[in-house]
């Protein structure tokens, strides 16, 4: 099964808001509720910070906030910070035997 | 919540090996566990996931047959086995909790991947 699709690079200034999407097929993200997204700064552990679509873990700004459409998600970025830079990824559960998909990651650069 | 995984290591094509991923602050036996890859450079890949119970393990495709997950409830720890090491299962190992929420319905949800080790790297090279 393929994974997620997200777009490769995403660029913006400080204080400028950005989307990554994130597109399955109906048999993932069409189905399931269960995405997720993940911050992940060079040489660390991925950390999550949007599950559930839509839901902010505990400790994470509400500049970040999750969406979805049919067999899109989305993850949107407000007023960006320096500190934004990294890669993110999303994932999901999906209806196969390959439990879990993710996207092939974004790299976002604060400009 | 602490994941800590070791046993990654520089083994030959053809290898085997095991990693492990302590787990500590939350009580272990009642989630299921994940383990997620990335090659260097390269975005995360899923590998594999246990119940809690251990009745339940699913598998990606470019793995299965050659690993094997499971954990040992008593010891708080996971494990991966890896059998037949390819260059291309080069990566650092995560192990990674999956864990749970209510709605405002009650109902439960599952959150991918709320809690990830440091991770191990693994290197198949002749």
């Known amino acids: 099964q393929s994974a997620l699709t997200q777009p490769a690079s995403v660029s913006e200034s400080p204080g400028q808001s950005i989307t990554i999407s994130c597109t399955g097929t109906s048999s993932d993200l069409g189905d399931y509720q269960y995405v997720s997204w993940f911050q992940q700064h060079p040489g660390k552990a991925p950390k999550l910070i949007i599950y559930d679509v839509s839901h902010r873990p505990s400790g994470v700004p509400n500049r970040f906030s999750g969406s979805k459409s049919g067999d899109t998600a989305s993850l949107t970025i407000s007023g960006l910070l320096a500190e934004d830079e990294g890669d993110y990824y999303c994932s999901a559960y999906t209806a196969s035997s390959t439990r879990v998909l993710f996207g092939g990651g974004t790299k976002l650069t604060v400009l | 919540v602490q994941l800590v995984e070791s046993g990654g290591a520089v083994v030959r094509p053809g290898a085997s090996l095991r990693l492990s991923c302590a787990a500590s602050?939350?009580?272990?036996?009642?989630?299921?566990m994940h383990w997620v890859r990335q090659a260097p450079g390269r975005g995360l890949e899923w590998v594999a996931i246990i119940s809690y119970g251990e009745s339940d393990l699913y598998y990606a495709d470019s793995v299965k047959g050659r690993f094997t997950i499971s954990r040992d409830n008593s010891k708080d720890t996971l494990y991966l086995e890896m059998n037949s090491l390819r260059p291309e299962d080069t990566a650092t190992y995560y192990c990674?909790?999956?864990?749970?929420?209510?709605?405002?319905?009650?109902?439960?949800?599952?959150?991918?991947?709320?809690?990830w080790g440091q991770g191990t790297l693994v290197t198949v090279s002749s």
């Open positions: 602050g939350f009580a272990f036996s009642s989630f299921p």
């Open positions: 990674a909790r999956e864990g749970n929420f209510y709605d405002t319905n009650g109902y439960p949800g599952v959150i991918l991947f709320d809690s």
